[in-house]
Nanobody, 126 residues
Framework: QLQLVESGGGLVQAGDSLRLSCVAS????????MGWFRQSPGKGREFVAA????????NYADSVKGRFAASRDNVVNTVYLQMNNLKPEDTAVYYC???????????????????WGQGTQVTVSL
């Protein structure tokens, strides 16, 4: 069965950077659009970034535009999320997901994804 494993989270201070990775196994991710979401306690899963199959199209939530950059390396079956100038409100568990249909890089809803990783915690302190 398809498996996604996120890593790279941690505890950082406001203004710091982190790079998250999501490694996929038992699947060729070049056939799928991918995305990053996050979830804070008591809140629903929130869209962060979406990537087209090749990665040439990316879309971001307004809250992270200009600070986060999503990319993918289909050769090594990995998706990345570079997070710069982190803010306390970015604190959440971050998940990567595999979109089930083609959305042109605009898969912004959790219901459009069929598989998720276990998540990686990002905590940003003042």
């Amino acid at each position: 069965q398809l498996q996604l494993v996120e890593s790279g989270g941690g505890l950082v201070q406001a203004g710091d950077s982190l790079r998250l990775s999501c490694v996929a196994s038992r699947v060729d991710i070049s056939n799928y659009e991918m995305g990053w979401f996050r979830q804070s306690p008591g809140k629903g899963r929130e869209f962060v970034a979406a990537l087209s199959r090749s990665g040439d199209v990316t879309n971001y939530a307004d809250s992270v535009k200009g600070r986060f950059a999503a990319s993918r390396d289909n050769v090594v079956n990995t998706v990345y999320l570079q997070m710069n100038n982190l803010k306390p409100e970015d604190t959440a568990v971050y998940y990567c997901g595999v979109a089930m249909l083609a959305y042109g890089g605009f898969a912004t809803r959790p219901s459009q994804y069929g598989y998720w990783g276990q998540g990686t915690q990002v905590t940003v302190s003042l």
